[in-house]
Structure formats: C-alpha cells, structure tokens
C-alpha cells in the first residue's frame, strides 16, 4: 500500500481530510485520482512511514504501483501490466541510482 500525505484540506471520496493527514492507494483512493492529486499538489509521498519491511514491487498490486510511479515521477508510457510497470519502476530507480 503507497502511502500519502495530504498538503492541504481536500474533500476526498465524500469526506473532507485536513492538511497533513495520512491517506493510502488503494484503501482511500484509487491510483488514477491519486495521480491527479499529485500532480495537482494536493498530496505527496510519505517519506516518514516508519514502515521498517518496504514491500517488494512484486507484491504491490497494479492499483499501488501505478499510484508508486506517479509518486517517483515515471512515466508508464504505454505500459499497462504489472510486469512492464515493475520493470519501468526499477529501471528509473536504477538510472536514478546511477546519477544517469
């Protein structure tokens, strides 16, 4: 599950969320609005989630994935299977490692 923190008030799936609350792909919103919301400012990626395991990309279901490289900036191109967007996760991870 991608975890998010909202950056302001927003009203979400009918109810309203206040700045600096906690939400989650896919429990709170699906990956297509959570995309908009980040591109909109809306929400951003948690980097404080103490969460100690990080999930494998393998684990993470195709909802969390897409919203994971919304979050890292990736585009996913055409791409539309779990295989290809984990493979486009790690390849931009690794370019990203590379200073490439």
Same mark, same amino acid.
């Given at each position: 599950?991608?975890?998010?923190?909202?950056?302001?008030?927003?009203? &979400?799936? =009918?109810?309203?969320? #206040? %700045?600096?609350?906690?939400?989650?792909?896919?429990?709170? @919103?699906?990956?297509?609005? #959570? $995309?908009?919301?980040?591109? @909109? *400012?809306?929400?951003?990626?948690?980097?404080?989630?103490?969460?100690?395991?990080?999930?494998? &990309?393998?684990?993470?279901?195709?909802?969390?994935?897409?919203? @994971?490289?919304?979050?890292? *900036?990736?585009? &996913? =191109? %055409?791409?539309?299977?779990?295989?290809?967007?984990? %493979? &486009?996760? %790690?390849? $931009?991870? #690794?370019?990203?490692?590379?200073? $490439?």
């Amino acid at each position: 599950m991608t975890k998010f923190i909202t950056t302001r008030d927003i009203r &979400l799936i =009918g109810r309203d969320v #206040a %700045e600096g609350s906690k939400i989650s792909v896919p429990a709170d @919103l699906d990956s297509d609005h #959570a $995309a908009r919301l980040i591109n @909109l *400012g809306y929400i951003v990626a948690d980097e404080t989630d103490d969460d100690e395991s990080s999930p494998s &990309l393998a684990s993470l279901k195709l909802d969390e994935l897409k919203a @994971l490289a919304a979050t890292e *900036g990736i585009e &996913l =191109g %055409e791409a539309s299977k779990k295989a290809e967007i984990v %493979e &486009l996760i %790690e390849k $931009a991870r #690794a370019e990203k490692a590379a200073g $490439a």
